[in-house]
């Protein structure tokens, strides 16, 4: 049951894209983008020539495939959410004002009563996902757009997310340990971990703990690691590249299974070989049911909760070191309606 009594209730979700470079034409100005966000405090000039000099590094085998048309799903998935209310899904690359701008001027023209935005990954980094929901709360003020505003800053462990993983991991698992005695490596997206107090690495670490025993794998057989772009340094130098992850499993003769939480380079077979990977195993898209019955989940709990909420639906997960997580005291998961449980709750906090 929607928690808003008109069906005309207009609800813009908004899906962030990680929007990595297919061309060597774009090459630069993505790497020019992230670099603002990363570090702001740089003068441009410097961002532009660590950019223009990163750039010169990358080779086709660096680029990306081109993101899928997510059309016919997310039409699909705004029927899914028909008893929310009067659903319209858009798509905004992460890293990307000037685009992020024209999809608030989509969003203020349709006349939208409600936006929520859901995270490229399902981990929190300040420059990452935080500098998302920081430019989607700047850019929706400059347009004059003053809406109700939601934002999931993650959900490394949502219940869902876990089920679906492992309902797309179990076959290629099962499938790589007639091979031998398979590797789970998750790959995660560059840029976690960048500072004291980031919560990405503990997430990722939280996530893979729970995956080992739901595929039934001993501890150490899922590990971490981090794409890398050519021209810029790790972002955490605790956790190893892609690339000397493939060299580390290729030394132990054994299949790995790959399960990535941002898209790969096109060169990723060959890296495989040249890292004595016999057998590379990449998991893919699941079942589009289950796939989702996930997503149509994280846009219900994220309404049903107070404006924000963390990964646990309704208490911060993230230890207290990890101070940069941008909710300092738990969320709430109660329907507006419930004020004085919510008043309640805040004054626990």
């Not at 223009?52 to 495939?65: G, I, K, M, Q, V």
């Not at 997310?74 to 028909?82: A, F, M, S, Y």
Request: charged share 20%.
């Amino acid at each position: 049951m929607s928690l808003y009594p008109s069906p005309r209730w207009r609800i813009a979700v908004v899906l962030l894209r990680h929007a990595m470079p297919a061309q060597r034409a774009d090459v630069f100005a993505y790497l020019q983008r992230l670099l603002t966000a990363f570090q702001p405090e740089m003068p441009p000039w410097r961002r532009r020539l660590k950019a223009r000099l990163a750039a010169l590094r990358w080779t086709d085998s660096d680029l990306f495939p081109a993101e899928p048309d997510l059309g016919p799903w997310l039409t699909t998935l705004e029927e899914k959410l028909w008893d929310q209310g009067d659903i319209r899904l858009f798509q905004a690359p992460l890293h990307d004002d000037a685009a992020m701008g024209r999809v608030v001027d989509e969003v203020a023209e349709w006349q939208a009563d409600e936006t929520l935005l859901l995270p490229a990954d399902p981990f929190y980094t300040p420059p990452r996902n935080g500098h998302a929901m920081d430019a989607w709360r700047r850019l929706t003020a400059a347009a004059g757009f003053r809406k109700a505003n939601r934002g999931l800053c993650c959900h490394p462990t949502d219940p869902l997310m876990l089920r679906a993983l492992v309902r797309r991991i179990a076959p290629v698992l099962e499938t790589a340990s007639l091979q031998g005695r398979a590797q789970v490596l998750m790959v995660l997206p560059w840029g976690l971990g960048t500072a004291e107090g980031d919560p990405a690495l503990w997430q990722a670490d939280r996530l893979a703990r729970e995956l080992w025993p739901l595929l039934g794998l001993q501890p150490g057989l899922v590990t971490l690691c981090q794409l890398a772009l050519p021209g810029l340094p790790l972002s955490s130098p605790t956790l190893p590249g892609l690339r000397p992850a493939l060299e580390r499993l290729g030394t132990l003769g054994a299949p790995v299974v790959l399960v990535p939480f941002t898209p790969l380079p096109a060169g990723l077979q060959g890296w495989a070989e040249k890292a004595g990977v016999r057998h590379l195993h990449l998991v893919g898209p699941g079942d589009p049911a289950l796939e989702m019955a996930w997503q149509t989940h994280l846009v219900r709990q994220a309404r049903a909760g107070h404006e924000g909420i963390c990964a646990g639906f309704g208490a911060r997960q993230c230890p207290g070191e990890h101070s940069l997580c941008p909710y300092r005291s738990p969320a709430v998961f109660a329907p507006p309606a419930a004020g004085l449980q919510l008043a309640a709750m805040r004054e626990r906090a």
